[in-house]
């Protein structure tokens, strides 16, 4: 992995991302992604359920960002940001696959099973966190971002 | 990162142990396991999560082939999973309703003779 480039990211708003990572669209790299999520969460105060959380949900979002590249043939490399506030975690992945190649993924190799992986990887995702983002990049490509709470809600300030 | 597979028999049920992450690169290994123990004539499956440490889609969508499987046989296929995290997964996406979970490899067993 190396450090990414890019254009800004529409998520952090001018504000720098806490952690940048670039890696080639391998699937065997999504565990190692996974385990810097996990450091990142942790250092950043998240209580245990979050912090799986998140893992769940950058991994679905990269692996649907590597598929999507594999299946273009591309070896352009995924982007992730994470970015923290003080009270959530925000992640952007970033892609340059081609939107005719996002294409359903079939976890089934005998082609029996109807089950969508790729639709199936972004509903956790939606389900898991907030405010999830779905846009297209100019020049092809897309972003996908999301923020997640770093623990329980705080209690409404006494008054 | 690596999945570690074993099998072993309960009776007439294969028992399959799953240890490590299941993703989009560890969940064909785990996929080809399913169809060599159906082609091998195990019918009735106990899949043991209790020492998977993550699951993803890709992991759902092998275990849900590995079903359909089984049901082409008239089989069987039982989950055993206590892990709140890896519960909260099946929840999520509904497949709770699609797979018997349960506390134990006894109870699965059990159950899959019914």
Partial sequence: MDGGAGEQ??????AAAT?????????????????????????????????????????EACAVAVGDLNRAGRPDLVELDLV?????????????????????????????????????????????????????LEGGGSRTSFWLRRGPELPPPLT | MDLDLNVHKEGDRSVLEVAGEIDVYTAP??????????????????????KVDFLDSTG????????KRVRNHDGSLQLVCTQEKILKIFRITGLTKVFPIHGSVAEAVAASEE
Avoid: C, N, W
């Fill in chain 1, 84 to 136: 923290e506030a003080p009270d959530r975690l925000g992640i952007e992945v970033r892609d340059r696959a081609p939107a005719a190649d996002r294409q359903p993924h079939a976890s089934d190799a005998d082609g029996e099973i109807d089950l969508d992986d790729r639709q199936l990887g972004l509903a956790l995702v939606g389900a898991l966190v907030d405010d999830l983002r779905i846009m297209d």
């Fill in chain 2, 29 to 50: 290994k785990l996929r080809e396991k399913l169809i060599e123990l159906v082609s091998e004539g195990s019918y009735d499956i106990v899949v043991d999560l209790e």
């Fill in chain 1, 9 to 14: 990211p529409a998520l952090l708003e001018g």
């Fill in chain 1, 19 to 59: 952690i940048r990572l670039a890696f080639p669209p391998e699937p065997r790299l999504l565990g190692t992604v996974r385990l810097v999520v996990g450091i990142v969460a942790r250092k950043a105060g998240m209580d245990d359920e979050a912090i799986e959380d998140l893992k769940v949900a950058v991994s």
């Fill in chain 2, 60 to 67: 759902l969508g092998v275990l849900v082939g590995g079903l």
